[in-house]
């Protein structure tokens, strides 16, 4: 008995241990500004009743960032009457290269929808935590501008009410717009209690 009450105990623990941490995270996320390419205060309440699909990754990127821009736009490209539900998002975590003015170019080759963020160092450190991903500036030195950035590769989908789940990367489009919708109906249970 003493076994089986002591299980109980942890369970519950851990169930409301992660209620907590989730529902915090959650509101530290949408307390959470970042700035669009022409200046102006973003937050998640911006969204409204679309699903945004998150992309962290910076402009000087050689493969991997176009790669998965293009693919998500392509994947929203064939939502068909579904696409004006989701709103992407690109959220450069390279402030010190990636200008208002260079993120406002480099989205113009993806989604026409597609909104470019970014913010200064401290709001992206407080981001991309209270989402679950990472960025690392690899830098040999001070003034060196040929770095790398590393950082979480995948996308997340959110909502203006701080709802999030992680979309992984697929090989192709098509893969990605069913992850997308499987995703999205995910959090439309979490939000229903279905």
Known sequence: MSILGFVIITAAVFFASEFF???????????AELKDSSGNSWNLSKLKDKFGIIYFGYTYCPDICPTALNDLSIALEGMGHDRHLY????????????????IK????HFDQNLLGLTGTSTQLKSFTFNIGAT??????????????????IGYFMVTST???LPVPIRKNPKELRKVIIKVKNKILENITGE
């Open 87 to 102: 709103q992407p998002i690109f959220i450069s975590v390279d402030p010190g290269r990636d200008t208002r003015q260079v």
């Open 162 to 164: 701080g709802q999030k």
């Open 21 to 31: 941490a989730s529902k915090w995270e959650s509101e530290r996320l949408l307390k």
């Open 135 to 152: 960025f690392a500036l690899q830098k040999k030195g001070p003034s060196d501008q040929d770095y790398v950035v590393n950082h979480t």
């Open 105 to 108: 170019e480099y989205i113009l």
